[in-house]
C-alpha cells in the first residue's frame, strides 16, 4: 500500500509571498493531520481535517489554513511568508475513527525555506 | 496545560549498550501514550504506544510502559544497534484532541 505523500518535497519562497503544500493520504484514511518542525519550537500541531472538515486546530495564526478534498488529499496554504515560517512540514494520516488511538503514518515532509 | 517533557539530547552510545529515553507528561485525564522515531532525512514513524495505564508497548526491541503514578512512559532497549541511530519523541494525545510531541532526543549509536 502506498504510504503519505507530499509535494513539493523542497521550497523556497520570499517574505510576503504565499505557499501551497499538497499532502495525499494513504487510500482508506480519512484524517489529515499537518505539523510544523523547527529546531526551536519542536514538533507542533497545526490542524487536522476529517471528511473534508476541519475537526481540530492548533496555535496558529490564520496565515495558515487548510481544506481537505472528497478524496481525502489536502492542501495546506500559508500566506503573506515570515522568515520564521521557514520549517519541515509534515502531513500525517490515519483512520480517523478512534482518534485517541489511532496510529498516524507520516509523510516525508515538505522543507520551506523563506528568504 | 498537556505537555511532554523528555530526555535532552544528544545521547551517544555504543553498540549493544542498554538505552534509556525518559519521558514524562502532564494531562487531563489519562491520555494514549507514542514514542515516535524520526530517521535521518524522513518523516516520523510510530514506534510503539500504549493507550492505558500499566500497557506495555513494544516493537522491534524497544519497550515502554505506561505508568500513572509517575506519569512516565520511559523507552528502553536492551541492545542497541548503529541503526537504531535517530531522533526519538515521546507524545501524548491530549485532552483538546491533538498531540502533543516532546522535543525530541537525538540518539548515536557508535560501532
Known amino acids: 500500500k502506498a504510504g503519505v505523500t507530499q509535494t513539493p518535497r523542497y521550497l523556497i519562497k520570499t517574505r510576503g509571498q504565499q505557499v501551497t503544500l499538497s499532502c495525499s493520504p494513504i487510500?482508506?484514511?480519512?484524517?489529515v493531520s499537518w505539523y510544523q518542525q523547527t529546531p526551536g519550537q519542536g514538533l507542533q500541531f497545526l490542524f487536522e481535517y476529517f471528511s473534508e472538515t476541519q475537526r481540530n486546530k492548533g496555535n496558529f495564526p490564520g496565515r495558515f489554513s487548510g481544506r481537505q478534498f472528497s478524496n481525502s488529499r489536502s492542501e495546506m496554504n500559508v500566506s503573506t511568508l515570515e522568515l520564521g515560517d521557514s520549517a519541515l512540514y509534515l502531513c500525517a494520516s490515519s483512520l480517523g475513527l478512534a482518534v485517541a488511538t489511532d496510529t498516524q503514518y507520516f509523510g516525508p515532509g515538505t522543507r520551506l525555506t523563506v528568504l | 496545560g498537556d505537555s511532554v517533557t523528555q530526555m535532552e539530547g544528544p545521547v551517544t552510545l555504543s553498540e549493544e549498550a542498554f538505552l534509556t529515553i525518559n519521558c514524562t507528561y502532564t494531562a487531563t485525564g489519562y491520555p494514549s501514550l507514542f514514542w515516535y522515531v524520526q530517521y535521518p532525512g524522513e518523516g516520523l514513524q510510530l514506534l510503539l504506544k500504549?493507550?492505558?495505564?500499566?500497557d506495555k508497548g513494544s516493537n522491534k526491541g524497544f519497550e515502554a510502559t505506561y505508568r500513572k503514578e509517575t506519569t512516565s512512559f520511559h523507552l528502553e532497549k536492551g541492545s542497541v544497534q548503529v541503526s537504531d541511530s535517530a531522533v526519538y519523541f515521546c507524545?501524548?494525545?491530549?485532552?483538546?484532541?491533538?498531540?502533543?510531541f516532546g522535543s525530541g532526543t537525538r540518539l548515536s549509536i557508535r560501532p
Open positions: 487510500s482508506g484514511h480519512r484524517s
Open positions: 500504549a493507550t492505558k495505564a500499566d
Open positions: 507524545a501524548q494525545y491530549s485532552s483538546a484532541s491533538k498531540i502533543i
